[in-house]
């Protein structure tokens, strides 16, 4: 069983092509930055909790718990936002594109199925608050992010003609297990917890 597991919200094909397209503007108006780990558009997603190692004896009862919290909560929608810099535009380690929309829906989500992994695997919660949001890239160092690139990345986003892209409708919560390979992480899907409530 690979040793990093992470739960996380997966985002549609219109998405992630959304925001491919809103990065290579940041690029194009910031050429410094296009030596810096951008991820793969392939992987983009928001991640809800980081759980690091789950022996696979664990697997399956971890899997039955979390989609019992999966059963009280409906599906989600979000809507993607603005290109931020983090944590300081002066000296950016990280881009992010924020989620809008049903945050408080989805910071109960995260909370409960928190609840579920600090019982079981007794998983410590995170000392801050759940803040969806898509991890675009990482600077190799602490590096200015400009106006100008995060207006450009953002004007992508808010093109009205991709409004349907910037939307999404979230059915489900997938556990994934992340492998380091020469090329980079790959994702391996371990199970899917469906947001069931009615």
Not at 180 to 186: K, N, Y
């Amino acid at each position: 069983m690979p040793s990093r597991t992470f739960l996380a919200l997966t985002l549609p094909d219109s998405s992630r092509a959304l925001l491919r397209d809103s990065c290579a503007a940041f690029r194009v108006t910031s050429p410094a930055w296009a030596g810096e780990k951008w991820v793969d558009p392939r992987l983009l997603h928001i991640t809800v909790k980081f759980i690091g190692a789950l022996p696979g004896p664990a697997l399956a009862p971890v899997l039955e718990a979390l989609r019992e919290e999966g059963a009280r909560h409906t599906r989600l929608h979000l809507e993607l936002s603005d290109v931020r810099a983090v944590p300081s535009q002066r000296r950016a380690s990280m881009l992010w594109t924020l989620a809008g929309g049903e945050t408080e829906r989805c910071q109960l989500l995260a909370s409960g199925l928190e609840g579920v992994l600090e019982e079981l695997l007794g998983l410590a919660r995170d000392a801050r608050s759940f803040r969806p949001h898509v991890t675009l890239v990482r600077a190799r160092r602490p590096r200015v992010a400009s106006s100008p690139a995060l207006d450009a990345a953002s004007a992508v986003l808010h093109d009205p003609a991709r409004a349907g892209a910037r939307a999404m409708s979230v059915p489900s919560v997938t556990l994934f297990a992340s492998t380091l390979g020469p090329a980079g992480p790959m994702y391996r899907e371990l199970g899917v917890i469906p947001l069931s409530g009615r």
